[in-house]
């Protein structure tokens, strides 16, 4: 396995640290998610055993006019992704917007890839530190994406 900057073994490490990277989701719950901007959003889903709510704040990775993908950076393995793979329920609270039913999409390997790519296009000294931790921490050669869409008008 290649050898990781050290920089990615400190945002690994960071990573870790449930309690940490918990932090945010009272701020959301309280209506303050709109402090942290629009790059991040509090993903709301059942659990797949108990169907109780499960919250996890994530880093946006790409926002297009309807819809916003997020990247599940421990891979297939991450609880909210296995949560959504299994019952395909979601609320997204991201900016001042709470709560909202959204439609979820496993994106495939090669759509995954490819908002990757977008991303480090767009933002090349955060892929730097994260690209690195998330290909490492990820169960699979492409960091699974998913896409949220708000469910369509009647």
């Not at 918990?22 to 991040?40: D, N």
């Not at 609880?79 to 019952?87: E, I, P």
């Not at 909202?100 to 994106?107: D, G, N, S």
Request: hydrophobic share 45%; aromatic share 8%; net charge positive.
């Amino acid at each position: 396995m290649p050898e990781r900057p050290p920089r990615a073994s400190i945002a690994e490490r960071i990573l870790s640290i449930r309690w940490l990277m918990r932090l945010p989701i009272p701020l959301y719950r309280a209506g303050f998610g709109w402090l942290l901007g629009e790059r991040f959003v509090m993903i709301e889903t059942l659990g797949r055993v108990s169907r109780e709510p499960r919250y996890v704040v994530v880093e946006v990775v790409q926002r297009g006019p309807r819809s916003l993908c997020v990247a599940s950076g421990f891979g297939a393995k991450a609880q909210w992704y296995r949560n959504l793979r299994a019952n395909g329920v979601a609320y997204l609270s991201t900016g001042r917007a709470r709560r909202v039913p959204a439609a979820a999409e496993l994106l495939d390997e090669e759509a995954s890839a490819e908002v990757l790519r977008d991303y480090e296009r767009r933002h090349p000294v955060a892929w730097s530190v994260l690209g690195p931790v998330m290909m490492h921490l990820s169960d699979s050669d492409v960091v699974p994406i998913v896409e949220f869409t708000p469910p369509e008008a009647a």
